[in-house]
């Protein structure tokens, strides 16, 4: 016989611990949905991810400083090819007078050739390949169809080059806009960032790499006499790697204290290879504008200690910034957004390798 009785019910002291745990349970999960998108950055956290930012800001920098590079080699190489292009077709057009010419004379006499004439009137090109009617022409009339077939072939050629390079501008031109949009990006969210914080909290950080500069001016300015900071490893030489290094990185030190401007050649501001590029050329010596192409300008000097003053320094695993060895273990930079030329400690990057100009 199948039995009536009534599950046994829950008492309720265990009814009351769950719920108290369930209410619990869910008052922590709303408190840390609700924390989690309203607490605020540290001034510490905010500031390694605007070090970041301003980091991929200038790795898009001087992706922007190549395709600029490139743009503007590229239009010198299209102009220099259209000049090309129009002198050539004046030689043309005068090679084509000039078998006018014997034509015009023939004329006169009765005797125009017959395959002069239908030249005059269609491509050379066809008739040239032709033993027939090469036979038929004298030998100062082959001579001139020649020079033209050879100058109509030369400046389809360059039209062709000219083409494709205008090709090539069109699409390093897109390629320039996108990375300024990237890095006006970039910069923008650092701003952000920044505004974040409290004028207190902002100015803190201002005296901190206030301080970090000074004290890095300062172990630079102790190469001249020869003396090492206290507790810094002097590093590399303190004398120059030759006349025009000592004479690109003089021109720097009168840029101290320039503003850093992403894409800036000087002479009032700078960005990293902006500096260094201007520099080597106050002293007569042209360096590429892109601090991935000055690492290969001259000589790598992969040991720090064999550095010396107006080397190149090379940072980072993608080459994208560069400065000039001051000695002492300090670098000439300009180091990024919101601040100014100046002395840093080398390392304070992961350096690469020194190049010798």
């Given at each position: 016989?199948a039995?009536?009785?009534?599950?046994?019910?829950?008492?309720?002291?265990?009814?009351?611990?769950?719920?108290?745990?369930?209410?619990?349970?869910?008052?922590?999960?709303?408190?840390?949905?609700?924390?989690?998108?309203n607490?605020?950055?540290?001034?510490?956290?905010?500031?390694?991810?605007?070090?970041?930012?301003?980091?991929?800001?200038?790795?898009?920098?001087e992706k922007?400083?190549?395709a600029?590079?490139?743009q503007?080699?590229?239009?010198?190489?299209i102009?220099?090819?259209?000049?090309?292009?129009?002198?050539?077709?004046?030689?043309?057009?005068?090679?084509?007078?000039?078998?006018?010419?014997?034509?015009?004379?023939?004329?006169?006499?009765?005797?125009?050739?017959?395959?002069?004439?239908?030249?005059?009137?269609?491509?050379?090109?066809?008739?040239?390949?032709?033993?027939?009617?090469?036979?038929?022409?004298?030998?100062q009339?082959?001579?001139?169809?020649?020079?033209?077939q050879?100058?109509?072939?030369?400046?389809?050629?360059?039209?062709?080059?000219?083409?494709?390079?205008?090709?090539?501008?069109?699409?390093?031109?897109?390629?320039?806009?996108?990375?300024?949009?990237?890095v006006?990006?970039?910069?923008?969210?650092?701003?952000?960032?920044?505004?974040?914080?409290?004028?207190?909290?902002?100015?803190?950080?201002?005296?901190?790499?206030?301080?970090?500069?000074?004290?890095?001016?300062?172990?630079?300015?102790?190469?001249?006499?020869g003396?090492?900071?206290?507790?810094?490893?002097?590093?590399?030489?303190?004398k120059p790697?030759?006349?025009?290094?000592?004479?690109?990185f003089?021109?720097?030190?009168?840029k101290?204290?320039s503003?850093?401007?992403?894409?800036a050649?000087?002479?009032?501001?700078?960005?990293c290879?902006?500096?260094?590029?201007?520099?080597y050329?106050?002293?007569?010596v042209t360096?590429?504008?892109?601090?991935?192409?000055?690492?290969?300008?001259?000589?790598?000097?992969?040991s720090?200690?064999?550095?010396?003053?107006?080397?190149?320094?090379?940072f980072?695993?993608d080459?994208?910034?560069?400065?000039?060895?001051?000695?002492?273990?300090?670098?000439l930079?300009?180091?990024?957004?919101?601040?100014v030329?100046?002395?840093?400690s080398?390392?304070?990057?992961?350096?690469?390798?020194?190049?010798?100009?």
């Amino acid at each position: 016989m199948a039995s009536h009785r009534r599950p046994k019910q829950p008492s309720r002291t265990r009814v009351t611990v769950l719920t108290t745990v369930a209410a619990a349970a869910v008052a922590l999960s709303a408190q840390a949905a609700n924390a989690a998108p309203n607490a605020k950055p540290t001034k510490d956290e905010v500031k390694s991810k605007v070090d970041k930012l301003y980091e991929d800001a200038e790795k898009a920098t001087e992706k922007y400083n190549g395709a600029k590079e490139k743009q503007e080699k590229l239009e010198k190489q299209i102009s220099t090819l259209q000049d090309t292009v129009a002198r050539g077709q004046e030689d043309l057009n005068k090679l084509r007078e000039g078998i006018g010419t014997m034509a015009s004379a023939q004329y006169r006499t009765g005797s125009i050739d017959p395959s002069l004439q239908l030249f005059l009137s269609a491509n050379p090109d066809d008739f040239l390949d032709q033993a027939s009617t090469l036979d038929q022409l004298s030998g100062q009339q082959v001579e001139a169809l020649k020079k033209i077939q050879e100058k109509q072939r030369e400046l389809a050629q360059q039209r062709k080059e000219a083409s494709d390079k205008l090709k090539d501008l069109s699409t390093t031109r897109t390629e320039l806009g996108k990375k300024k949009k990237e890095v006006q990006g970039k910069l923008g969210e650092a701003q952000r960032l920044l505004n974040s914080l409290t004028a207190q909290e902002r100015a803190a950080l201002k005296k901190e790499e206030d301080r970090a500069s000074r004290a890095s001016e300062r172990s630079a300015l102790n190469t001249s006499t020869g003396t090492a900071s206290t507790g810094t490893a002097p590093t590399g030489s303190s004398k120059p790697a030759s006349g025009r290094a000592a004479a690109a990185f003089a021109a720097a030190q009168t840029k101290i204290g320039s503003p850093y401007v992403w894409g800036a050649t000087g002479p009032s501001s700078f960005d990293c290879s902006g500096l260094t590029s201007w520099a080597y050329a106050q002293a007569g010596v042209t360096i590429s504008r892109q601090s991935q192409a000055q690492a290969n300008d001259g000589t790598r000097i992969y040991s720090a200690s064999q550095l010396q003053v107006g080397d190149l320094v090379i940072f980072y695993g993608d080459q994208h910034h560069v400065g000039l060895y001051a000695g002492n273990g300090q670098v000439l930079h300009a180091p990024r957004t919101g601040t100014v030329v100046r002395y840093e400690s080398i390392n304070n990057m992961p350096f690469q390798f020194g190049v010798r100009i």
